[in-house]
Protein backbone atom coordinates (compact mmCIF):
# COMPACT_ATOMS: atom_id res chain seq x y z
CA UNK A 1 0.00 0.00 0.00
CA UNK A 2 1.95 3.33 -0.83
CA UNK A 3 0.42 7.20 -1.13
CA UNK A 4 0.89 6.99 -4.59
CA UNK A 5 -2.48 4.74 -4.50
CA UNK A 6 -4.15 7.96 -3.69
CA UNK A 7 -4.85 11.45 -5.59
CA UNK A 8 -3.59 13.89 -2.71
CA UNK A 9 -1.35 12.64 -0.05
CA UNK A 10 -2.64 13.85 3.12
CA UNK A 11 0.83 15.61 3.87
CA UNK A 12 0.38 17.58 1.02
CA UNK A 13 -3.48 18.30 1.76
CA UNK A 14 -2.47 19.99 5.14
CA UNK A 15 -0.22 21.68 3.66
CA UNK A 16 -2.59 23.20 1.07
CA UNK A 17 -6.01 23.38 2.76
CA UNK A 18 -7.58 26.12 0.83
CA UNK A 19 -10.97 25.48 1.81
CA UNK A 20 -13.19 23.31 3.87
CA UNK A 21 -13.93 21.45 0.19
CA UNK A 22 -10.91 20.17 0.14
CA UNK A 23 -10.44 19.26 3.00
CA UNK A 24 -13.69 17.14 2.70
CA UNK A 25 -12.19 16.20 -0.48
CA UNK A 26 -9.69 14.77 0.73
CA UNK A 27 -10.93 13.27 3.89
CA UNK A 28 -13.18 10.96 1.51
CA UNK A 29 -9.82 9.69 -0.03
CA UNK A 30 -7.86 9.23 2.65
CA UNK A 31 -7.16 6.00 3.91
CA UNK A 32 -7.96 4.42 7.36
CA UNK A 33 -4.77 3.46 8.87
CA UNK A 34 -4.08 0.62 11.57
CA UNK A 35 -2.10 2.66 13.45
CA UNK A 36 -2.27 6.75 14.14
CA UNK A 37 0.21 7.86 16.42
CA UNK A 38 0.24 11.54 17.39
CA UNK A 39 1.63 14.90 19.92
CA UNK A 40 5.19 12.98 19.32
CA UNK A 41 8.48 14.39 18.39
CA UNK A 42 9.05 12.27 14.74
CA UNK A 43 12.81 12.64 13.16
CA UNK A 44 11.50 11.74 9.64
CA UNK A 45 15.32 11.64 8.39
CA UNK A 46 13.36 12.64 5.03
CA UNK A 47 15.37 14.90 2.39
CA UNK A 48 14.56 18.01 4.62
CA UNK A 49 15.18 16.21 8.12
CA UNK A 50 12.29 17.56 9.09
CA UNK A 51 10.29 16.93 12.56
CA UNK A 52 6.59 15.83 12.50
CA UNK A 53 4.16 15.34 15.45
CA UNK A 54 2.48 12.10 14.32
CA UNK A 55 2.38 9.93 11.55
CA UNK A 56 -0.21 6.52 10.33
CA UNK A 57 0.69 3.19 9.28
CA UNK A 58 -1.25 0.32 7.21
CA UNK A 59 -0.34 -2.72 6.91
CA UNK A 60 3.51 -2.71 6.65
CA UNK A 61 4.00 0.79 5.70
CA UNK A 62 3.53 4.45 6.44
CA UNK A 63 0.85 6.13 4.67
CA UNK A 64 1.34 9.71 6.07
CA UNK A 65 2.94 11.77 8.10
CA UNK A 66 2.51 15.10 9.86
CA UNK A 67 0.72 17.62 12.22
CA UNK A 68 -1.39 15.24 14.59
CA UNK A 69 -4.39 17.37 13.68
CA UNK A 70 -4.12 15.87 10.11
CA UNK A 71 -3.17 12.75 11.47
CA UNK A 72 -6.87 12.27 12.52
CA UNK A 73 -7.96 11.83 8.93
CA UNK A 74 -6.62 8.59 8.91
CA UNK A 75 -8.32 7.51 11.88
CA UNK A 76 -11.26 5.00 11.28
CA UNK A 77 -13.25 2.49 13.00
CA UNK A 78 -10.61 -0.05 13.59
CA UNK A 79 -7.67 2.13 13.73
CA UNK A 80 -5.40 2.31 17.04
CA UNK A 81 -4.90 6.05 17.93
CA UNK A 82 -1.44 5.89 19.98
CA UNK A 83 -0.45 9.58 22.07
CA UNK A 84 3.45 9.84 22.20
CA UNK A 85 3.04 12.49 24.73
CA UNK A 86 5.98 14.36 23.27
CA UNK A 87 8.33 11.13 23.15
CA UNK A 88 10.92 10.96 20.29
CA UNK A 89 10.27 8.94 17.23
CA UNK A 90 12.98 7.80 14.89
CA UNK A 91 13.10 5.60 11.62
CA UNK A 92 14.19 2.13 12.62
CA UNK A 93 17.78 2.39 14.00
CA UNK A 94 20.63 0.47 11.69
CA UNK A 95 23.86 -1.18 12.62
CA UNK A 96 26.13 -0.60 9.17
CA UNK A 97 28.58 -3.17 10.59
CA UNK A 98 27.55 -6.15 12.78
CA UNK A 99 28.61 -9.69 12.45
CA UNK A 100 26.33 -11.06 15.99
CA UNK A 101 25.26 -10.01 19.18
CA UNK A 102 28.20 -11.28 21.03
CA UNK A 103 27.54 -13.82 23.99
CA UNK A 104 27.72 -17.87 22.82
CA UNK A 105 28.77 -20.93 23.91
CA UNK A 106 32.04 -20.10 25.27
CA UNK A 107 33.35 -18.64 28.91
CA UNK A 108 31.54 -15.41 28.99
CA UNK A 109 34.38 -12.36 29.70
CA UNK A 110 31.89 -9.58 28.52
CA UNK A 111 31.39 -8.36 32.43
CA UNK A 112 34.78 -8.78 33.34
CA UNK A 113 36.33 -5.52 34.75
CA UNK A 114 39.86 -6.46 35.83
CA UNK A 115 42.44 -9.34 35.14
CA UNK A 116 41.34 -11.16 38.28
CA UNK A 117 37.49 -11.46 37.59
CA UNK A 118 39.14 -12.77 33.80
CA UNK A 119 40.98 -15.05 35.99
CA UNK A 120 38.54 -16.02 38.06
CA UNK A 121 36.09 -16.84 35.34
CA UNK A 122 38.62 -19.02 33.38
CA UNK A 123 39.09 -20.82 36.35
CA UNK A 124 35.44 -21.37 37.51
CA UNK A 125 35.08 -22.94 33.67
CA UNK A 126 38.04 -25.15 34.58
CA UNK A 127 36.93 -26.59 37.71
CA UNK A 128 33.77 -27.42 35.50
CA UNK A 129 35.92 -28.56 32.45
CA UNK A 130 37.50 -32.33 32.72
CA UNK A 131 41.26 -31.82 32.48
CA UNK A 132 42.77 -31.62 28.73
CA UNK A 133 39.51 -30.92 27.22
CA UNK A 134 39.71 -27.49 25.97
CA UNK A 135 38.50 -24.02 27.23
CA UNK A 136 37.44 -21.47 25.01
CA UNK A 137 35.97 -17.97 25.48
CA UNK A 138 33.44 -15.88 23.75
CA UNK A 139 34.89 -13.16 22.11
CA UNK A 140 32.94 -10.00 22.97
CA UNK A 141 35.53 -8.21 25.18
CA UNK A 142 38.82 -6.45 25.02
CA UNK A 143 41.17 -5.82 27.25
CA UNK A 144 40.57 -1.80 27.47
CA UNK A 145 38.09 -2.79 29.37
CA UNK A 146 39.87 -4.00 32.68
CA UNK A 147 41.33 -1.94 35.07
CA UNK A 148 44.75 -3.18 33.96
CA UNK A 149 44.32 -2.53 30.46
CA UNK A 150 46.42 -5.20 29.16
CA UNK A 151 45.85 -8.80 28.20
CA UNK A 152 46.63 -11.93 30.65
CA UNK A 153 49.59 -13.68 29.43
CA UNK A 154 49.76 -16.84 28.97
CA UNK A 155 51.46 -17.93 32.53
CA UNK A 156 48.60 -16.22 34.26
CA UNK A 157 46.11 -18.40 32.65
CA UNK A 158 48.35 -21.54 33.87
CA UNK A 159 47.82 -20.47 37.28
CA UNK A 160 44.20 -20.72 36.66
CA UNK A 161 43.77 -24.06 34.41
CA UNK A 162 46.97 -25.53 34.83
CA UNK A 163 45.44 -29.11 33.29
CA UNK A 164 43.21 -27.89 30.32
CA UNK A 165 44.49 -25.88 26.96
CA UNK A 166 42.96 -22.36 27.02
CA UNK A 167 42.32 -20.41 24.47
CA UNK A 168 40.58 -16.58 24.70
CA UNK A 169 38.83 -15.53 21.38
CA UNK A 170 39.37 -11.90 21.58
CA UNK A 171 37.63 -9.77 19.26
CA UNK A 172 38.01 -10.69 15.64
CA UNK A 173 41.84 -10.83 15.12
CA UNK A 174 43.49 -12.54 18.17
CA UNK A 175 43.25 -15.60 20.33
CA UNK A 176 45.21 -16.11 23.56
CA UNK A 177 46.59 -19.57 25.02
CA UNK A 178 47.83 -20.71 28.19
CA UNK A 179 50.84 -23.44 27.81
CA UNK A 180 49.07 -26.16 27.86
CA UNK A 181 47.41 -25.15 24.77
CA UNK A 182 50.97 -23.94 23.02
CA UNK A 183 52.25 -27.21 23.46
CA UNK A 184 48.59 -29.07 22.39
CA UNK A 185 49.24 -27.23 18.89
CA UNK A 186 53.30 -27.45 18.81
CA UNK A 187 53.49 -23.72 19.42
CA UNK A 188 57.56 -22.64 20.61
CA UNK A 189 58.99 -19.40 20.23
CA UNK A 190 61.19 -21.16 17.30
CA UNK A 191 57.31 -21.33 15.59
CA UNK A 192 58.04 -18.86 12.48
CA UNK A 193 54.73 -16.84 11.93
CA UNK A 194 52.36 -17.53 9.25
CA UNK A 195 52.16 -14.88 6.43
CA UNK A 196 49.50 -12.13 7.52
CA UNK A 197 50.36 -13.31 11.38
CA UNK A 198 52.17 -12.54 14.47
CA UNK A 199 53.13 -14.84 17.06
CA UNK A 200 53.21 -12.63 20.42
CA UNK A 201 56.78 -12.76 22.56
CA UNK A 202 57.56 -10.44 25.80
CA UNK A 203 60.55 -8.78 25.92
CA UNK A 204 62.21 -11.69 26.98
CA UNK A 205 61.47 -13.69 23.82
CA UNK A 206 59.83 -16.00 25.21
CA UNK A 207 55.74 -16.65 24.24
CA UNK A 208 53.17 -14.72 25.83
CA UNK A 209 49.97 -16.46 24.12
CA UNK A 210 48.94 -13.99 21.84
CA UNK A 211 48.28 -15.19 18.04
CA UNK A 212 47.39 -12.53 15.83
CA UNK A 213 45.35 -12.72 12.96
CA UNK A 214 46.90 -15.43 10.27
CA UNK A 215 48.76 -16.92 13.09
CA UNK A 216 45.95 -17.71 14.51
CA UNK A 217 45.52 -20.86 12.01
CA UNK A 218 48.07 -22.33 13.60
CA UNK A 219 45.17 -23.59 16.41
CA UNK A 220 42.01 -25.46 15.59
CA UNK A 221 39.49 -24.71 17.67
CA UNK A 222 36.55 -27.84 17.92
CA UNK A 223 33.93 -27.12 15.35
CA UNK A 224 31.61 -24.38 16.49
CA UNK A 225 28.04 -25.86 17.11
CA UNK A 226 25.90 -25.28 14.07
CA UNK A 227 23.80 -21.84 13.76
CA UNK A 228 20.39 -22.20 13.60
CA UNK A 229 16.94 -20.08 13.11
CA UNK A 230 17.47 -19.92 17.37
CA UNK A 231 20.47 -17.92 16.60
CA UNK A 232 18.70 -15.70 14.12
CA UNK A 233 16.30 -15.12 16.80
CA UNK A 234 18.24 -14.91 19.63
CA UNK A 235 20.34 -11.66 17.44
CA UNK A 236 17.16 -9.78 16.47
CA UNK A 237 15.55 -10.09 19.68
CA UNK A 238 18.92 -8.30 21.34
CA UNK A 239 18.74 -5.52 18.45
CA UNK A 240 15.06 -4.95 18.76
CA UNK A 241 15.10 -3.86 22.07
CA UNK A 242 17.72 -0.84 20.87
CA UNK A 243 15.21 0.49 18.12
CA UNK A 244 17.79 -1.51 15.95
CA UNK A 245 15.15 -3.06 12.62
CA UNK A 246 18.21 -3.56 9.85
CA UNK A 247 22.13 -5.11 10.21
CA UNK A 248 24.54 -5.14 7.50
CA UNK A 249 26.32 -8.42 8.30
CA UNK A 250 29.94 -8.19 7.11
CA UNK A 251 31.12 -11.76 6.08
CA UNK A 252 30.98 -13.51 9.09
CA UNK A 253 28.01 -14.32 11.76
CA UNK A 254 28.92 -17.00 14.07
CA UNK A 255 29.89 -20.60 13.02
CA UNK A 256 29.73 -21.37 9.34
CA UNK A 257 28.54 -18.31 6.79
CA UNK A 258 26.68 -20.55 5.19
CA UNK A 259 25.10 -22.32 7.31
CA UNK A 260 24.13 -18.97 8.77
CA UNK A 261 22.50 -17.67 5.71
CA UNK A 262 20.30 -20.53 5.03
CA UNK A 263 19.20 -19.86 8.81
CA UNK A 264 18.30 -16.59 7.93
CA UNK A 265 16.41 -17.37 4.74
CA UNK A 266 14.91 -20.27 6.73
CA UNK A 267 13.42 -17.26 9.23
CA UNK A 268 12.56 -15.61 6.38
CA UNK A 269 10.56 -18.36 5.02
CA UNK A 270 8.79 -18.69 8.04
CA UNK A 271 7.69 -15.33 8.57
CA UNK A 272 9.97 -14.74 12.06
CA UNK A 273 12.40 -11.70 11.31
CA UNK A 274 12.27 -8.72 12.93
CA UNK A 275 15.20 -8.01 11.59
CA UNK A 276 16.24 -6.90 8.29
CA UNK A 277 19.67 -8.24 7.40
CA UNK A 278 21.70 -7.38 4.59
CA UNK A 279 24.59 -10.20 4.24
CA UNK A 280 27.92 -9.68 2.45
CA UNK A 281 29.24 -13.12 1.28
CA UNK A 282 32.91 -14.03 3.02
CA UNK A 283 35.78 -13.02 0.90
CA UNK A 284 37.97 -12.28 4.35
CA UNK A 285 41.27 -13.62 4.43
CA UNK A 286 40.90 -14.88 1.24
CA UNK A 287 44.28 -14.40 -0.95
CA UNK A 288 43.47 -16.67 -4.22
CA UNK A 289 40.79 -16.37 -7.32
CA UNK A 290 39.95 -20.28 -7.14
CA UNK A 291 38.64 -19.69 -3.39
CA UNK A 292 36.47 -16.65 -4.07
CA UNK A 293 34.79 -18.37 -7.31
CA UNK A 294 34.36 -21.40 -4.65
CA UNK A 295 32.58 -19.15 -2.47
CA UNK A 296 30.72 -16.80 -4.99
CA UNK A 297 29.62 -20.01 -6.29
CA UNK A 298 28.73 -21.64 -2.66
CA UNK A 299 26.14 -18.98 -1.91
CA UNK A 300 22.04 -19.66 -2.40
CA UNK A 301 21.68 -16.27 -3.39
CA UNK A 302 23.62 -13.95 -6.06
CA UNK A 303 24.34 -10.19 -5.19
CA UNK A 304 20.87 -8.18 -4.39
CA UNK A 305 18.91 -11.20 -4.97
CA UNK A 306 16.50 -11.74 -1.81
CA UNK A 307 14.04 -9.55 -0.77
CA UNK A 308 13.69 -6.37 1.67
CA UNK A 309 14.34 -9.07 5.10
CA UNK A 310 17.53 -10.87 3.60
CA UNK A 311 19.30 -9.47 0.94
CA UNK A 312 23.21 -10.07 -0.27
CA UNK A 313 24.78 -6.94 -0.58
CA UNK A 314 28.26 -7.74 -2.17
CA UNK A 315 31.49 -9.19 -0.75
CA UNK A 316 33.31 -8.48 2.26
CA UNK A 317 37.27 -8.56 1.81
CA UNK A 318 40.09 -8.00 4.27
CA UNK A 319 43.73 -6.42 3.18
CA UNK A 320 45.35 -5.88 6.93
CA UNK A 321 44.28 -6.76 10.86
CA UNK A 322 42.56 -5.29 14.00
CA UNK A 323 43.28 -3.08 16.74
CA UNK A 324 47.13 -4.39 17.14
CA UNK A 325 47.66 -5.34 13.28
CA UNK A 326 45.96 -2.56 11.31
CA UNK A 327 48.97 -2.11 8.58
CA UNK A 328 50.23 1.95 8.79
CA UNK A 329 52.80 3.73 7.27
CA UNK A 330 54.05 5.02 10.57
CA UNK A 331 55.19 1.97 12.83
CA UNK A 332 53.70 0.85 16.22
CA UNK A 333 55.21 2.73 19.26
CA UNK A 334 55.58 0.91 22.45
CA UNK A 335 56.43 -2.82 23.33
CA UNK A 336 54.16 -3.90 20.04
CA UNK A 337 56.04 -1.33 18.32
CA UNK A 338 59.66 -3.40 18.28
CA UNK A 339 61.66 -0.69 18.53
CA UNK A 340 59.98 1.22 15.23
CA UNK A 341 59.68 -1.43 13.28
CA UNK A 342 56.39 -2.78 13.67
CA UNK A 343 54.19 -1.16 11.45
CA UNK A 344 51.32 -4.05 11.66
CA UNK A 345 50.05 -7.19 10.02
CA UNK A 346 49.45 -7.25 5.91
CA UNK A 347 46.97 -10.28 5.74
CA UNK A 348 46.46 -10.41 2.26
CA UNK A 349 48.87 -8.38 0.11
CA UNK A 350 48.13 -6.04 -3.08
CA UNK A 351 48.64 -8.69 -5.77
CA UNK A 352 46.22 -11.24 -4.71
CA UNK A 353 44.39 -8.75 -3.12
CA UNK A 354 43.72 -6.68 -6.75
CA UNK A 355 43.54 -9.41 -8.56
CA UNK A 356 39.89 -10.39 -6.52
CA UNK A 357 39.14 -6.90 -6.75
CA UNK A 358 39.44 -6.91 -10.27
CA UNK A 359 37.62 -10.18 -11.04
CA UNK A 360 34.65 -9.40 -8.62
CA UNK A 361 34.43 -5.85 -10.33
CA UNK A 362 34.56 -7.95 -13.69
CA UNK A 363 31.54 -9.72 -12.48
CA UNK A 364 29.50 -7.32 -11.52
CA UNK A 365 30.29 -7.56 -8.05
CA UNK A 366 30.00 -5.24 -5.04
CA UNK A 367 33.25 -4.87 -2.54
CA UNK A 368 33.55 -3.53 0.46
CA UNK A 369 36.74 -4.03 2.44
CA UNK A 370 38.60 -4.04 5.79
CA UNK A 371 40.80 -1.42 6.38
CA UNK A 372 42.30 -0.12 10.09
CA UNK A 373 45.89 1.20 8.59
CA UNK A 374 46.56 4.04 6.10
CA UNK A 375 49.08 1.77 4.26
CA UNK A 376 46.16 -1.14 4.12
CA UNK A 377 43.72 2.03 2.78
CA UNK A 378 46.62 2.67 0.28
CA UNK A 379 46.67 -0.90 -0.78
CA UNK A 380 42.50 -0.64 -1.16
CA UNK A 381 42.55 2.53 -2.96
CA UNK A 382 45.08 1.21 -5.33
CA UNK A 383 43.00 -1.88 -5.96
CA UNK A 384 39.92 -0.01 -6.33
CA UNK A 385 41.47 2.25 -8.86
CA UNK A 386 42.69 -0.76 -11.24
CA UNK A 387 39.18 -2.24 -11.00
CA UNK A 388 37.81 1.42 -11.83
CA UNK A 389 39.82 1.55 -15.09
CA UNK A 390 38.75 -1.51 -16.29
CA UNK A 391 34.79 -0.84 -15.67
CA UNK A 392 33.77 1.92 -13.49
CA UNK A 393 32.53 1.00 -9.73
CA UNK A 394 31.40 4.76 -9.56
CA UNK A 395 27.56 4.91 -8.15
CA UNK A 396 27.59 1.27 -7.61
CA UNK A 397 27.82 1.60 -3.97
CA UNK A 398 31.25 0.24 -3.35
CA UNK A 399 32.31 0.66 0.59
CA UNK A 400 35.33 0.51 3.18
CA UNK A 401 35.44 -0.50 6.55
CA UNK A 402 36.31 1.10 9.50
CA UNK A 403 39.05 3.47 8.02
CA UNK A 404 40.84 4.33 11.51
CA UNK A 405 43.69 5.70 10.06
CA UNK A 406 43.57 8.17 6.74
CA UNK A 407 45.87 10.76 5.24
CA UNK A 408 44.45 13.78 3.48
CA UNK A 409 45.85 12.46 -0.04
CA UNK A 410 43.99 9.36 0.44
CA UNK A 411 40.47 12.05 1.26
CA UNK A 412 41.00 12.86 -2.96
CA UNK A 413 41.66 9.68 -4.19
CA UNK A 414 38.27 8.33 -1.90
CA UNK A 415 35.93 10.73 -3.50
CA UNK A 416 36.79 10.05 -6.79
CA UNK A 417 36.27 6.58 -6.65
CA UNK A 418 33.22 7.41 -5.17
CA UNK A 419 33.04 4.86 -2.30
CA UNK A 420 31.35 4.59 1.12
CA UNK A 421 32.68 5.11 4.58
CA UNK A 422 31.69 2.80 7.01
CA UNK A 423 32.98 3.80 10.20
CA UNK A 424 32.28 2.35 14.09
CA UNK A 425 33.14 3.75 17.48
CA UNK A 426 35.81 1.24 18.27
CA UNK A 427 37.39 4.04 20.17
CA UNK A 428 34.92 4.60 23.03
CA UNK A 429 35.96 1.04 24.17
CA UNK A 430 39.62 0.47 23.27
CA UNK A 431 40.76 4.37 23.63
CA UNK A 432 43.78 3.25 25.95
CA UNK A 433 44.88 0.12 24.17
CA UNK A 434 45.06 2.49 20.77
CA UNK A 435 47.05 5.22 22.51
CA UNK A 436 49.35 2.41 23.72
CA UNK A 437 49.79 0.86 20.36
CA UNK A 438 49.77 4.33 18.43
CA UNK A 439 50.70 7.03 20.37
CA UNK A 440 48.21 9.91 22.10
CA UNK A 441 48.26 12.01 18.85
CA UNK A 442 47.82 9.39 15.99
CA UNK A 443 45.08 7.40 18.45
CA UNK A 444 42.96 10.84 19.31
CA UNK A 445 42.52 11.45 15.34
CA UNK A 446 40.94 7.28 15.08
CA UNK A 447 37.85 7.09 12.83
CA UNK A 448 38.19 10.58 11.89
CA UNK A 449 33.65 10.67 11.31
CA UNK A 450 33.82 15.03 11.01
CA UNK A 451 36.50 15.17 8.52
CA UNK A 452 34.64 12.30 6.69
CA UNK A 453 30.98 13.84 6.96
CA UNK A 454 32.55 17.37 5.93
CA UNK A 455 34.30 15.65 2.51
CA UNK A 456 31.02 14.98 1.59
CA UNK A 457 31.35 10.90 1.78
CA UNK A 458 28.36 8.40 2.27
CA UNK A 459 29.05 7.73 5.54
CA UNK A 460 27.16 4.92 7.72
CA UNK A 461 27.38 3.87 11.23
CA UNK A 462 27.79 0.64 12.95
CA UNK A 463 29.64 -0.87 15.89
CA UNK A 464 31.26 -4.18 15.06
CA UNK A 465 29.59 -6.48 17.14
CA UNK A 466 30.62 -8.19 18.71
CA UNK A 467 33.75 -6.30 19.03
CA UNK A 468 32.17 -3.57 20.65
CA UNK A 469 28.99 -3.40 21.99
CA UNK A 470 26.06 -3.04 19.91
CA UNK A 471 24.42 -0.19 22.19
CA UNK A 472 23.84 2.24 18.89
CA UNK A 473 23.79 5.15 21.44
CA UNK A 474 26.66 4.50 22.89
CA UNK A 475 27.71 4.75 19.50
CA UNK A 476 26.05 8.35 18.54
CA UNK A 477 27.35 9.48 21.81
CA UNK A 478 31.00 8.62 21.09
CA UNK A 479 30.84 10.41 17.46
CA UNK A 480 29.34 13.47 19.40
CA UNK A 481 31.16 13.89 21.90
CA UNK A 482 34.40 11.71 21.45
CA UNK A 483 34.28 10.72 24.53
CA UNK A 484 35.74 7.04 25.61
CA UNK A 485 34.80 4.49 28.35
CA UNK A 486 37.71 4.92 30.02
CA UNK A 487 40.34 7.93 28.58
CA UNK A 488 38.32 10.57 28.15
CA UNK A 489 37.77 12.57 25.26
CA UNK A 490 40.14 11.55 22.29
CA UNK A 491 40.68 14.49 19.64
CA UNK A 492 37.87 17.16 20.18
CA UNK A 493 38.18 18.36 16.47
CA UNK A 494 36.75 15.54 15.41
CA UNK A 495 33.17 15.58 17.40
CA UNK A 496 30.24 15.78 14.97
CA UNK A 497 28.44 18.90 16.07
CA UNK A 498 25.35 18.02 14.12
CA UNK A 499 22.94 15.36 15.99
CA UNK A 500 20.40 14.84 12.54
CA UNK A 501 24.15 14.08 10.60
CA UNK A 502 24.53 11.08 13.53
CA UNK A 503 21.02 10.11 13.27
CA UNK A 504 21.08 9.80 9.76
CA UNK A 505 23.95 7.88 9.40
CA UNK A 506 22.04 5.28 10.83
CA UNK A 507 19.42 5.32 9.28
CA UNK A 508 18.90 7.02 5.95
CA UNK A 509 22.57 6.39 5.18
CA UNK A 510 22.58 2.99 5.76
CA UNK A 511 19.77 2.80 3.18
CA UNK A 512 21.33 4.52 0.66
CA UNK A 513 24.71 2.21 1.08
CA UNK A 514 22.03 -0.96 1.20
CA UNK A 515 20.01 0.23 -2.09
CA UNK A 516 17.32 0.68 -0.21
CA UNK A 517 16.43 4.27 0.57
CA UNK A 518 13.25 3.99 -1.93
CA UNK A 519 11.70 1.53 0.38
CA UNK A 520 13.09 2.03 4.23
CA UNK A 521 15.69 4.47 6.04
CA UNK A 522 12.88 7.53 6.66
CA UNK A 523 9.22 8.19 8.23
CA UNK A 524 7.68 9.38 4.35
CA UNK A 525 4.41 7.79 2.94
CA UNK A 526 5.29 4.68 1.05
CA UNK A 527 8.07 3.46 3.50
CA UNK A 528 8.26 0.17 5.62
CA UNK A 529 7.22 1.39 8.65
CA UNK A 530 9.93 0.39 10.71
CA UNK A 531 10.42 2.63 13.69
CA UNK A 532 11.38 3.36 17.19
CA UNK A 533 10.14 5.12 19.97
CA UNK A 534 12.83 6.16 22.40
CA UNK A 535 13.06 7.06 25.73
CA UNK A 536 15.13 10.28 25.66
CA UNK A 537 15.44 13.18 22.39
CA UNK A 538 18.63 12.28 21.27
CA UNK A 539 18.45 15.40 19.09
CA UNK A 540 18.06 17.46 22.61
CA UNK A 541 19.25 15.10 25.19
CA UNK A 542 22.00 15.88 27.46
CA UNK A 543 25.13 14.17 26.41
CA UNK A 544 25.90 12.25 29.68
CA UNK A 545 22.12 10.99 29.29
CA UNK A 546 22.73 9.75 25.63
CA UNK A 547 24.16 6.29 26.68
CA UNK A 548 21.54 5.64 28.99
CA UNK A 549 18.89 5.73 26.20
CA UNK A 550 16.09 3.32 25.78
CA UNK A 551 13.99 1.86 22.76
CA UNK A 552 10.44 2.42 24.62
CA UNK A 553 8.85 0.53 21.36
CA UNK A 554 9.94 -0.64 18.34
CA UNK A 555 8.17 -1.44 15.37
CA UNK A 556 8.90 -3.58 12.03
CA UNK A 557 7.40 -3.61 9.17
CA UNK A 558 4.32 -1.77 11.04
CA UNK A 559 4.06 -4.14 13.67
CA UNK A 560 5.40 -3.57 16.88
CA UNK A 561 8.45 -6.42 17.80
CA UNK A 562 9.82 -4.90 21.23
CA UNK A 563 7.81 -2.89 24.25
CA UNK A 564 9.45 -1.83 26.97
CA UNK A 565 7.88 -2.34 30.40
CA UNK A 566 7.63 1.44 31.00
CA UNK A 567 6.37 2.17 28.01
CA UNK A 568 2.36 2.86 28.16
ZN1 LIG B 1 33.99 -6.51 11.54
Not at 83 to 105: C, I, K, Q, S
Amino acid sequence: MTSRRFGLTPRLAACAIAGLELAAANRAFAQAADLVFVNGKVFTADARSSLAEGFAVRGDRFIAVGPSAAMQEHVGPGSRVIDLHGRFVTPGLADGHLHNEGGGPGVDLSSARSLSDLLDAVGRAAKDTTPGKPIISNNDWHEAQLREQRLPTASELDLVAPMNPVVLVRGGHEYILNSVALRLWNITKFTPAPAGGEIGKSTDGELNGELVDNARSLVTLPSAPPVGIDNVLATQRKLNAYGITSARIPGSYRGDFFQALDAMLEARKRGTLTLRLNVYLPGIGVRDLERMRAILARSPLKQDEGDEWVRVGGVKLLVDGGFEGGHMTKPFVGELGKGGTYYGITVVPAEPYTEIVKMLNAGGWRVTTHAVGDAALDEVIDAYTAANAEHSIRGRRWAIEHLFVSRPDQIERLKKLDVALSVQDHLYLAAPSLKKYLGSERASQITPVKTYLDQGFLVVGGTDSPVVPFNPFWEFYHFLTRDTIADGVYGENERVASRVDLLRMITINYAQLTGESNIKGSIEPGKLADFAVLSGDLLTLGEREIPRTKALATYVAGKEVYRDASFQ
